[in-house]
Antibody, heavy 117, light 107 residues
Framework: EVDLVESGGGLVQPGGSLRLSCAAS????????MSWVRQSPGKGLEWVSV???????YYANSVKGRFTIYRDNSKNTLFLQMNSLTAEDTALYYC???????????WGRGTLVTVSS | EIVMTESPPTLSVSPGERVTLSCRAS??????LAWYQQKAGQAPRLLIY???HRASGVPTRFSGSGSGTDFTLTISSLQSEDFAVYYC?????????FGQGTKVDIK
């Protein structure tokens, strides 16, 4: 059975940093198109970043230069390093994956990030 | 960035009715279009990809159609478990983008 478990969310001050983790079981992060998607009441669903199987990465314009997606194949874990956080980054962050690019069949339960002073 | 617009924002429906949801892209996305269902407190669930392919485990009452800029999700006979928010999403061009959702609630 496939399971994606996010962790690392929490309350952080504007300008601060957080690292989100997504521990995967039942699938290999190196053989799956892995993504971070966030959801906030004001902005709906937003695809934050995707890590292709071949190693290519893509970022939403809103996070480019501040967020970094990476994976640890030995731990079968996906990460999202988030720097220079603003209130606009407040959202529920989902880890997600699929065998094909662009769609998402597997979703985690999400981890909440709140940016506030 | 491709903007996805769903209509209507809310749809009030009785169980057993046929439901048609619309999604329009600001430019052509070919058939690189997915539909998701999201219930309160849950992650989205993939229903349709490639505009008309049902994802694994999705009941046959869900069907998708369209290409280019105009797409439709049809639920042939609404069941009680289908009351939820539905999102379309394009993956033809990065950044992949979602619509704002259509909420299907009980009439």
């Amino acid at each position: 059975e496939v399971d994606l478990v996010e962790s690392g969310g929490g309350l952080v001050q504007p300008g601060g940093s957080l690292r989100l983790s997504c521990a995967a079981s039942g699938l290999s992060v190196s053989e799956t198109y892995m993504s971070w998607v966030r959801q906030s009441p004001g902005k709906g669903l937003e695809w934050v970043s995707v890590f292709y199987r071949d190693g290519d990465t893509y970022y939403a314009n809103s996070v480019k230069g501040r967020f970094t997606i990476y994976r640890d194949n030995s731990k079968n874990t996906l990460f999202l390093q988030m720097n220079s956080l603003t209130a606009e980054d407040t959202a529920l962050y989902y880890c997600a994956g699929d065998s094909a690019a662009g769609r998402i069949f597997r979703w985690g339960r999400g981890t909440l990030v709140t940016v506030s002073s | 960035e491709i903007v996805m617009t769903e209509s209507p924002p809310t749809l009030s429906v009785s169980p057993g009715e046929r439901v048609t949801l619309s999604c329009r892209a600001s430019q052509s996305v070919s058939i690189d279009l997915a539909w998701y269902q999201q219930k309160a407190g849950q992650a989205p669930r993939l229903l349709i990809y490639g505009a008309f392919h049902r994802a694994s485990g999705v009941p046959t009452r869900f069907s998708g159609s369209g290409s280019g800029t105009d797409f439709t999700l049809t639920i042939s006979s609404l069941q009680s478990e289908d009351f939820a928010v539905y999102y379309c999403q394009q993956y033809n061009n990065w950044p992949w983008t979602f619509g704002q959702g259509t909420k299907v609630d009980i009439k």
